[in-house]
C-alpha cells in the first residue's frame, strides 16, 4: 500500500520560499501524478497543483506566479516550491497520489498526513 | 468562496442516515463533471470516499455512498457510527474557472 509522507520546515519568514519534500513508498511514483493540496487553519482545501510522471505540471491559476512543482523518480519524491510567502501561506500542506480518468477530474486516492507550515518573522 | 455549496454541519444520532450535499452549477456540476468525496480526521491522512460520482474505492464500507443529479450530488452515510465523526468535501473541476475546486467542508456529528 502507497504511502506518502511531507517533510520540511514548519515555519518560513514572510517573503521566502516554502520548500516541502513529499516521499513515496510502498509502489510506483510512475503512471500517476502528484498534487500538493493546503488548507489555512480553520478554512477549506485548496489546490495548489500538479506534476505528471513524465514531469508535465499544471497549477492552481492564482498561485501560478509562486509555485513549482518537480519530480525526482529515482528517489521517489515530488518536491513544492512555493515563493514570497505572506501569512496568508500559513496552512496544513498535503501531498496527493492523483489518479487522472478522463474525461473527469482527476481524483486523489492516497495523501500524506500533512505538514503544518506556518509563515511569520 | 467556493463555487461549490455545502452544509457547514450535519447531525444524526448513531444508526441513523445522514446526507451531505454539493451544490453547483452549470460550469461544474451541471456541466457533467464528476464529483468526488473525501472525508477528513484530525490527525490522519483525508480518506477517498467516492470517486466519479459514485464508486468506492476498496476499502471503503458501504455505508457510504454517491450520487448526482442535475447541479448537485450527494454523499449518503447510512449507519451513522462515532468514527465517521469528520469533515467531508466534495470536489469537482470548474470550467469558468478553469481548475479543480473543492466544496467548503461538512462536519458531521454523531448525536
Known amino acids: 500500500q502507497v504511502q506518502l509522507q511531507e517533510s520540511g520546515p514548519g515555519l518560513v519568514k514572510p517573503s521566502e520560499t516554502l520548500s516541502l519534500t513529499c516521499t513515496v513508498s510502498?509502489?510506483?511514483?510512475?503512471?500517476?501524478?502528484w498534487t500538493w493540496i493546503r488548507q489555512p487553519p480553520g478554512r477549506g482545501l485548496e489546490r495548489i497543483g500538479y506534476i505528471s510522471y513524465t514531469g508535465s505540471t499544471n497549477y492552481n491559476p492564482s498561485l501560478k506566479s509562486r509555485v513549482t512543482i518537480s519530480l525526482d523518480t529515482s528517489r521517489k519524491q515530488v518536491f513544492l516550491r512555493l515563493t514570497s510567502v505572506t501569512a496568508a501561506d500559513t496552512a496544513v500542506y498535503y501531498c496527493a497520489r492523483t489518479s487522472v480518468s478522463p474525461p473527469g477530474p482527476p481524483y486523489f486516492d492516497s495523501w500524506g498526513q500533512g505538514t503544518l507550515v506556518t509563515v511569520s518573522s | 468562496q467556493s463555487v461549490l455549496t455545502q452544509p457547514p454541519s450535519v447531525s444524526g444520532a448513531p444508526g441513523q442516515r445522514v446526507t451531505i450535499s454539493c451544490t453547483g452549477s452549470s460550469s461544474n456540476i451541471g456541466a457533467g463533471y464528476d464529483v468526488h468525496w473525501y472525508q477528513l480526521l484530525p490527525g490522519t491522512a483525508p480518506k477517498l470516499l467516492i470517486y466519479g460520482n459514485i464508486n468506492r474505492p476498496s476499502g471503503v464500507p458501504d455505508r457510504f455512498s454517491g450520487s448526482k443529479s442535475g447541479t448537485s450530488a450527494s454523499l449518503a452515510i447510512a449507519g451513522l457510527r462515532a468514527e465517521d465523526e469528520a469533515d467531508y468535501y466534495c470536489q469537482s473541476y470548474d470550467s469558468s474557472l478553469r481548475d479543480y475546486v473543492f466544496g467548503p467542508g461538512t462536519k458531521v456529528t454523531a448525536l
Open positions: 510502498g509502489g510506483s511514483i510512475g503512471d500517476y501524478y
